[in-house]
């Protein structure tokens, strides 16, 4: 049987990320260097099929490069 997809997006501020996944689940985290490795250790036990990530003048690279590096598939957008 196949595994429903897990979709995931992110709203990005300068201090905080909003995460929220697809099916209902939700949580926030600062957006901090010491945060990445728990944020992203979270979200790879999801196994998600796409995260997505608001592009907010450089605020969302933290998160964007963390991921991206974590092997987990990732996309930034332009929120307009």
Known sequence: M????????????????DICVADGESWQTENVDSAMEALCGRIT?????LIV????GGYELRAAAALAAAGLP???????
């Open 2 to 17: 196949a595994t429903a997809p897990v979709y995931i997006g992110m709203d990005v501020s300068k201090a905080v990320l």
């Open 45 to 49: 036990s999801l196994k998600p099929t």
């Open 53 to 56: 990530l608001e592009a907010t």
């Open 74 to 80: 990732v996309a930034v957008v332009n929120p307009r």
